[in-house]
C-alpha cells in the first residue's frame, strides 16, 4: 500500500485512502481510533494492516472517527457522517465494519441501503457478548478518571498467541511513563466508548432486517468482546448474511490470521460481483 494518500472528510473524519477505481471499500475502523492520539504513522500502520484483509486492486479507504467528540456524540451522529461522506464523496461501496466499526456499518446499511453493496463484519456483530460489554464499561470508568494503565490492562490477553500477550504487556510497561503523551484525551475516548455502550444493542435485533446488502459476517470462537451467541444473533436476523466462525481464535483474528481471512473476504466478494 504505497500510494496511500490521508486528509479529511467533513473537515473533521481522518481517513486514509489507496488505489482508485469504480469498486471502492470504506472501512469503518475499531474503537482503537479513540484510544491513541492520531498521527500520520499511526494511520498509515492501520491502513497498511487492514489493507492485507482486502482484494489487492481495491479502491481503500479507512475512514477514521471525529477526534474530538462532540457532547451527545452517537452511533447515529457517526451514521449520518458516514452516509454523507458516501453521497457527496465516495458513493456507493462495500463497507467492511471491524469490531466497534461494525456497530457503525450494520446501522449504515440498515438506515441507508442504497448506499452499501455488500458488507463485512470482522470480529463484530449487532451487539457486544456480556463479558464485551463489562470490559467496555470498565475501560470507560478508567478512562474517566485517567488510570490509563487500568485501561489498557484490558487488553493485556487479546492475542490467541501466548509471546505476542507478553509483547503487548511489555510494550505497555515501556510506554507507562509517557502513557499521557501517547493516550488520546479522556474526554475523546470515554465520548467515543459511550457511543457504543450508551445504546442497548441487544434489547432489539429486529432493526436487521433492515439490512438488504449481502452480508459476511468474520468472527472467532475464543473473542471475549463478541462471543458466538452475538454473532449467531447477527447472522440470523441479516437476512442475506453468512457467517465465518474461526476455531479457537480470539478478537486479535484478522492480525494472527491475516491470510486466511482475506481469502475468506475475496471468496465473498468474488462471488457478489458475479451474481451482479
Known amino acids: 500500500m504505497k500510494d496511500f494518500r490521508t486528509g479529511l472528510f467533513l473537515n473533521k473524519i481522518p481517513y486514509v485512502q489507496s488505489g482508485s477505481g469504480p469498486h471502492p471499500v470504506v472501512v469503518l475502523n475499531g474503537g482503537q481510533a479513540f484510544v491513541r492520539r492520531p498521527t500520520p504513522a499511526r494511520a498509515h500502520r492501520d491502513a497498511k494492516r487492514i489493507a492485507r484483509l482486502l482484494p489487492k486492486g481495491r479502491s481503500i479507504h479507512v475512514l477514521g472517527y471525529e477526534p474530538s467528540p462532540p457532547a451527545g456524540y452517537s452511533i447515529a451522529t457517526i451514521v449520518d457522517d458516514v452516509a454523507r461522506i458516501l453521497r ?5 461501496a462495500t463497507v467492511m465494519g471491524i469490531s466497534f466499526g461494525g456497530f457503525v456499518a450494520a446501522r449504515l446499511a440498515a438506515d441507508h441501503p442504497d448506499l452499501v453493496k455488500e458488507m463485512i463484519l470482522m470480529v463484530s456483530a449487532h451487539r457486544f457478548s456480556p463479558e464485551g460489554r463489562r470490559s467496555v464499561d470498565r475501560q470507560i470508568a478508567c478512562a474517566w478518571s485517567g ?24 510494550r505497555f510497561r515501556q510506554e507507562r511513563t509517557r502513557l499521557h503523551e501517547t493516550m488520546n484525551d479522556p474526554a475523546a475516548i470515554v465520548r467515543g466508548l459511550n457511543a457504543v455502550a450508551g445504546e442497548d444493542f441487544g434489547g432489539d435485533p ?28 447477527t447472522a440470523r436476523h441479516i437476512p442475506s448474511a453468512q457467517l465465518q466462525l474461526f476455531e479457537h481464535e480470539t478478537h486479535m483474528l484478522p492480525v494472527e490470521r491475516a491470510r486466511d481471512v482475506a481469502k475468506v473476504v475475496t471468496r465473498f466478494l468474488a462471488t457478489q460481483r458475479c451474481a451482479r
Do not use: Q
Not at 155 to 170: H, I, Y
Open 206 to 233: 429486529s432493526w436487521l432486517a433492515h439490512v438488504a446488502a449481502p452480508t459476511l459476517i468474520v468472527g472467532a470462537t475464543r473473542d471475549p468482546f463478541f462471543d458466538v451467541a452475538a454473532l449467531e444473533e
Open 88 to 92: 457527496e464523496e465516495i458513493g456507493p
Open 147 to 170: 488510570d490509563f494503565e487500568g485501561f489498557l490492562d484490558e487488553f493485556g490477553l487479546v492475542f490467541r498467541r501466548p509471546w505476542l500477550n507478553w509483547l503487548v504487556r511489555w
